[in-house]
């Protein structure tokens, strides 16, 4: 993986002293509150409900397992022994207190990490697809534009101050595992007719307030062209960008209200003035990038042994049925390894199990790691004859949950547990979900389906783009919950549609269950998922299922 | 005509540690809610947020939340107040950990 330089390094180094300095002079009143909190949030520190919050990133997802230890020594020495996987790829801690926070982020720096442009109005943490360089179906490792991305967006004097945030998301391949269509710019890898890679760029997607899916301003951007195409975008979302109306600032409304057809025009024509200002130098730093991508060396032996046991093991073959995923490389395998044992909150890795999945990384993963957007981590490269081993191990630790892409696989964001723009709370809702379908073992029969859940507005949970959605909101000073039905966060990205009214706390894991029994009761044959039953069939059946029964219960 | 006044306590962070504090009478900062000054009164709510915000070494954040009388004294209206009175639902992390006697 991708080294810091020594530029890094020394900028790295550089900010944490400057922001050692800030929280000094906040300490002894030189700063006030209102000075102090953009110089916090530059360097990923909020204020939530009951404690400051730290976000560090993680750039496209990927992590050392040294990078992993030294997380799960912060989350013990200033932290309380855990650390939240967010659906941006981001690491969470949840109770560092304000003194300490210039020592965390030496401690990061120690490992090449940082909590830089983790909050504010400039270009956020680039993602990636969690599979990237391992997916059998890959055109390309996105990694090295993403890590050239991440060079040039990181303190980019033009990019600072921003309308408002900006996501950028990357997958090289077709089958899209990054959510581009609901970000700022989605780059997607295609293939010319010359069978050239480039990019798809999709402009204006985004969930929160006004769910949209992004629109495609380049069929085709050869890879080349990659940098300045996007400061073309960002060039142009600086200068027509709403800064008079939070609610209508990010790009995603620049796009609506100008038009397609005019933003790509106004793209295009900024991009035409960027293009010869790069003289080639991005492309000599994307050559030495992808060197530090190289894939690893894989082993060559025979996968005689996993077939075996797999054949042997139910308990094995259900997790191999539901946490692999098909490598590039047919001796190898993908490991997902799930963060949502049921009954636990979604994304939450104690230091313990840092410590261990950094451990399996090195013993049987080539030490890389990844983090999904779909709060689990990833070990991208497991050559099958050790799988049954490294199952055993995981098992031993809380980690061996084999349910990826099944009903408690639940995105939930920290919601009104933590965070203080939520609305509701979602961990429990998910804990509750997780724990109910467990008890009725309904989760094999169900299938692929993917629930997630927000407590607020903004979407961090990803509820549009769920098969089911869950979006908790106070009503009158109550916990509400509206659900969606048939989102899509893949290449072929729609924003589910709203059932009707909302439900209270305690009505809603029975809401979802209706609406499960009535998909059960409904599919053609059991290999008709919900989202292809909910496509088949559309809404009414779910609705009827929901509140049918609502209204007989009441009229009893 | 404007709206009724309804009562209020003021809360806020402490600033190092950025655990939940509320405004007692007699302006101390108390990790309990129930030890809260309840204020009745429009002016006088603003004046102790004032005061509040003035004390910038050691809280951050200061804001009037609705409260109502109770047994013990003011109690959250509103279930977002009722949640920082305790902390997560999802761990025994927080006040409900460190304030349990």
């Given at each position: 993986?991708?080294?810091?330089?020594?530029?890094?390094?020394?900028?790295?180094?550089?900010?944490?002293?400057?922001?050692?300095?800030?929280?000094?002079?906040?300490?002894?009143?030189?700063?006030?509150?209102?000075?102090?909190?953009?110089?916090?949030?530059?360097?990923?520190?909020?204020?939530?409900?009951?404690?400051?919050?730290?976000?560090?990133?993680?750039?496209?997802?990927?992590?050392?397992?040294?990078?992993?230890?030294?997380?799960?020594?912060?989350?013990?020495?200033?932290?309380?022994?855990?650390?939240?996987?967010?659906?941006?790829?981001?690491?969470?801690?949840?109770?560092?207190?304000?003194?300490?926070?210039?020592?965390?982020?030496?401690?990061?720096?120690?490992?090449?990490?940082?909590?830089?442009?983790?909050?504010?109005?400039?270009?956020?943490?680039?993602?990636?697809?969690?599979?990237?360089?391992?997916?059998?179906?890959?055109?390309?490792?996105?990694?090295?534009?993403?890590?050239?991305?991440?060079?040039?967006?990181?303190?980019?004097?033009?990019?600072?101050?921003?309308?408002?945030?900006?996501?950028?998301?990357?997958?090289?391949?077709?089958?899209?595992?990054?959510?581009?269509?609901?970000?700022?710019?989605?780059?997607?890898?295609?293939?010319?007719?010359?069978?050239?890679?480039?990019?798809?760029?999709?402009?204006?997607?985004?969930?929160?307030?006004?769910?949209?899916?992004?629109?495609?301003?380049?069929?085709?951007?050869?890879?080349?062209?990659?940098?300045?195409?996007?400061?073309?975008?960002?060039?142009?979302?600086?200068?027509?960008?709403?800064?008079?109306?939070?609610?209508?600032?990010?790009?995603?409304?620049?796009?609506?209200?100008?038009?397609?057809?005019?933003?790509?025009?106004?793209?295009?024509?900024?991009?035409?003035?960027?293009?010869?200002?790069?003289?080639?130098?991005?492309?000599?730093?994307?050559?030495?990038?992808?060197?530090?991508?190289?894939?690893?060396?894989?082993?060559?032996?025979?996968?005689?042994?996993?077939?075996?046991?797999?054949?042997?093991?139910?308990?094995?073959?259900?997790?191999?049925?539901?946490?692999?995923?098909?490598?590039?490389?047919?001796?190898?395998?993908?490991?997902?390894?799930?963060?949502?044992?049921?009954?636990?909150?979604?994304?939450?890795?104690?230091?313990?199990?840092?410590?261990?999945?950094?451990?399996?990384?090195?013993?049987?993963?080539?030490?890389?790691?990844?983090?999904?957007?779909?709060?689990?981590?990833?070990?991208?490269?497991?050559?099958?004859?050790?799988?049954?081993?490294?199952?055993?191990?995981?098992?031993?630790?809380?980690?061996?949950?084999?349910?990826?892409?099944?009903?408690?696989?639940?995105?939930?964001?920290?919601?009104?547990?933590?965070?203080?723009?939520?609305?509701?709370?979602?961990?429990?809702?998910?804990?509750?979900?997780?724990?109910?379908?467990?008890?009725?073992?309904?989760?094999?029969?169900?299938?692929?389906?993917?629930?997630?859940?927000?407590?607020?507005?903004?979407?961090?949970?990803?509820?549009?783009?769920?098969?089911?959605?869950?979006?908790?909101?106070?009503?009158?000073?109550?916990?509400?919950?509206?659900?969606?039905?048939?989102?899509?966060?893949?290449?072929?990205?729609?924003?589910?549609?709203?059932?009707?009214?909302?439900?209270?706390?305690?009505?809603?894991?029975?809401?979802?269950?209706?609406?499960?029994?009535?998909?059960?009761?409904?599919?053609?044959?059991?290999?008709?998922?919900?989202?292809?039953?909910?496509?088949?069939?559309?809404?009414?059946?779910?609705?009827?299922?929901?509140?049918?029964?609502?209204?007989?219960?009441?009229?009893? | 005509?404007?709206?009724?006044f309804t009562p209020k306590i003021v809360t806020a962070?402490?600033?190092?540690?950025?655990?939940?504090?509320y405004l007692t009478a007699d302006d101390q900062w108390?990790?309990?809610?129930?030890?809260a000054e309840l204020i009745e009164d429009e002016a006088h709510a603003q004046m102790r947020l004032l005061h509040a915000n003035a004390q910038?070494?050691?809280i951050?954040?200061a804001y009037l939340a609705?409260a109502?009388?109770?047994?013990?004294?003011?109690?959250?209206?509103?279930?977002?107040?009722?949640?920082?009175?305790?902390?997560?639902?999802?761990?025994?992390?927080?006040?409900?950990?460190?304030?349990?006697?």
């Amino acid at each position: 993986m991708y080294s810091y330089s020594d530029f890094d390094e020394a900028f790295v180094r550089t900010r944490v002293a400057q922001f050692t300095n800030q929280v000094e002079r906040r300490l002894d009143g030189s700063l006030t509150e209102d000075e102090f909190r953009p110089l916090r949030l530059m360097n990923g520190l909020y204020l939530q409900l009951h404690a400051y919050m730290l976000r560090v990133a993680i750039p496209y997802g990927t992590v050392s397992p040294r990078q992993m230890r030294q997380l799960a020594y912060i989350a013990d020495t200033w932290d309380k022994g855990y650390g939240h996987f967010t659906t941006r790829q981001n690491i969470q801690f949840n109770w560092p207190k304000l003194p300490d926070v210039p020592a965390i982020l030496s401690a990061l720096a120690d490992v090449e990490m940082h909590a830089i442009q983790t909050s504010g109005n400039c270009v956020r943490n680039v993602t990636a697809d969690h599979f990237a360089g391992a997916a059998a179906d890959e055109i390309a490792d996105p990694r090295p534009y993403a890590e050239l991305l991440r060079q040039w967006s990181t303190d980019h004097p033009e990019f600072q101050f921003l309308p408002r945030k900006f996501k950028i998301a990357i997958t090289g391949s077709p089958n899209d595992r990054a959510v581009t269509r609901a970000h700022d710019i989605g780059l997607r890898m295609v293939r010319n007719g010359a069978g050239e890679p480039g990019f798809e760029v999709i402009v204006g997607g985004g969930l929160g307030r006004t769910p949209m899916i992004g629109v495609t301003v380049r069929d085709f951007l050869p890879e080349a062209d990659l940098l300045p195409y996007v400061e073309a975008v960002l060039s142009v979302y600086n200068t027509l960008g709403r800064r008079d109306n939070k609610y209508k600032a990010r790009i995603k409304i620049t796009v609506h209200e100008t038009g397609a057809e005019e933003i790509t025009r106004m793209i295009e024509a900024r991009f035409a003035e960027l293009r010869p200002l790069f003289g080639g130098n991005d492309q000599k730093l994307l050559a030495e990038i992808r060197e530090a991508f190289a894939p690893p060396a894989f082993r060559n032996a025979p996968t005689d042994a996993y077939n075996a046991f797999y054949q042997a093991d139910p308990v094995f073959r259900a997790w191999a049925d539901t946490n692999l995923s098909a490598h590039r490389n047919a001796q190898y395998a993908i490991v997902t390894i799930s963060l949502k044992a049921h009954g636990q909150t979604p994304g939450d890795a104690s230091s313990d199990q840092m410590r261990l999945m950094a451990d399996l990384a090195e013993r049987y993963g080539h030490s890389d790691l990844r983090i999904s957007h779909e709060q689990n981590v990833i070990l991208p490269h497991v050559h099958k004859s050790d799988l049954p081993t490294l199952h055993a191990a995981l098992t031993q630790a809380g980690l061996g949950t084999a349910n990826v892409g099944l009903l408690s696989d639940i995105i939930a964001c920290p919601g009104m547990d933590y965070c203080a723009l939520a609305t509701a709370r979602s961990i429990p809702v998910a804990q509750e979900l997780a724990t109910h379908f467990e008890a009725l073992k309904l989760e094999h029969e169900i299938g692929p389906l993917k629930i997630k859940i927000s407590g607020c507005i903004n979407a961090c949970g990803h509820h549009h783009v769920g098969h089911i959605g869950i979006l908790g909101l106070d009503r009158a000073g109550v916990e509400n919950y509206q659900i969606t039905l048939g989102g899509d966060g893949t290449e072929d990205a729609v924003i589910g549609e709203k059932t009707g009214p909302g439900f209270a706390y305690t009505e809603i894991v029975p809401a979802i269950e209706r609406i499960l029994r009535a998909y059960l009761g409904l599919r053609v044959e059991p290999s008709e998922t919900f989202l292809q039953a909910f496509k088949r069939v559309g809404m009414e059946p779910f609705k009827a299922a929901l509140y049918d029964t609502e209204a007989a219960q009441d009229a009893a | 005509m404007s709206r009724r006044f309804t009562p209020k306590i003021v809360t806020a962070n402490r600033l190092r540690e950025g655990d939940v504090v509320y405004l007692t009478a007699d302006d101390q900062w108390s990790p309990f809610h129930h030890k809260a000054e309840l204020i009745e009164d429009e002016a006088h709510a603003q004046m102790r947020l004032l005061h509040a915000n003035a004390q910038k070494l050691t809280i951050v954040g200061a804001y009037l939340a609705d409260a109502r009388p109770g047994l013990l004294g003011p109690e959250p209206t509103h279930f977002r107040e009722e949640f920082r009175t305790r902390g997560p639902s999802n761990y025994h992390h927080g006040k409900q950990a460190d304030l349990a006697s």
